[in-house]
Antibody, heavy 125, light 107 residues
Framework: QLQLQESGPGLVKPSETLSLTCTVS??????????WGWIRQSPGKGLEWIGN???????YYNPSLNSRVTISVDTAKNVFSLKLNSVTAADTAVYYC?????????????????WGQGLLVTVSS | YELTQPPSVSVSPGQTARITCSGD??????VYWYQQKTGQAPVVLIY???ERASGIPERFSGSSSGPKVTLTISGVQAEDEGEYHC???????????FGGGTKLTVL
């Protein structure tokens, strides 16, 4: 069974860079034709898609965050990472890494069927 | 592009809960529904508008009508309390888009 686990600092200072890593087990990033994604959820709010990355390194980002976000992949370590720069209090959220479930996909659209447990990141001085 | 959900829905046990999700592209793109319990990651309930995911009880169903889709929970149980999220795609980019989430309270 595919498992994902987020890791990184739980506290980031304003204007600094938020850096998180998602470790994948039970499957290989390079062996999957599906994308690997980051989603966040601000306190009391809905889910917000941040971006996706393929094993090739090709990444796609939410236009509202595009100028501040970078998602990369390290297939040798079987991890993918998120960097969000110039953070503010509005970036305080639970950050999830996730991947689509192949059985539920239709064409190019998929729900995220495999999720990490989530990591709360607070932006505060 | 946005998907609109009601912030909250309240029902008594045994009643039927209906949670809507609306957006211009929903007439063209599939919708997926998630259930999220407090402190947990979301779980897929419904895919491709009305298909139940593996292990999901039959009381959960999905339907669509043009730009609005509905998640129906028949015979609501206390364990159904939580947050429900819809997801679709921006038809111009195919990027994932989520609704704002609906908190279901079982009275």
């Amino acid at each position: 069974q595919l498992q994902l686990q987020e890791s990184g600092p739980g506290l980031v200072k304003p204007s600094e860079t938020l850096s998180l890593t998602c470790t994948v087990s039970g499957g290989s990033i390079s062996g999957s034709s599906y994308y690997w994604g980051w989603i966040r959820q601000s306190p009391g709010k809905g889910l917000e898609w941040i971006g996706n990355v393929y094993y090739s390194g090709k990444a796609y980002y939410n236009p509202s965050l595009n100028s501040r976000v970078t998602i990369s992949v390290d297939t040798a370590k079987n991890v993918f990472s998120l960097k969000l720069n110039s953070v503010t209090a509005a970036d305080t959220a639970v950050y999830y890494c996730a991947r689509p479930h192949p059985a539920y996909c239709s064409g190019s659209t998929c729900p995220f069927g495999f999720w990490g447990q989530g990591l709360l990141v607070t932006v505060s001085s | 592009y946005e998907l609109t959900q009601p912030p909250s829905v309240s029902v008594s046990p045994g009643q039927t809960a209906r949670i809507t999700c609306s957006g211009d592209a929903l007439a063209k793109e599939y919708v997926y529904w998630y259930q999220q319990k407090t402190g947990q990651a979301p779980v897929v309930l419904i895919y491709k508008d009305n298909e139940r995911a593996s292990g999901i009880p039959e009381r959960f169903s999905g339907s669509s009508s043009g730009p609005k889709v509905t998640l129906t929970i028949s015979g609501v149980q206390a364990e159904d309390e939580g947050e429900y999220h819809c997801q679709s795609a921006d038809s111009s980019t195919m990027y994932p888009v989520f609704g704002g989430g609906t908190k279901l309270t079982v009275l």
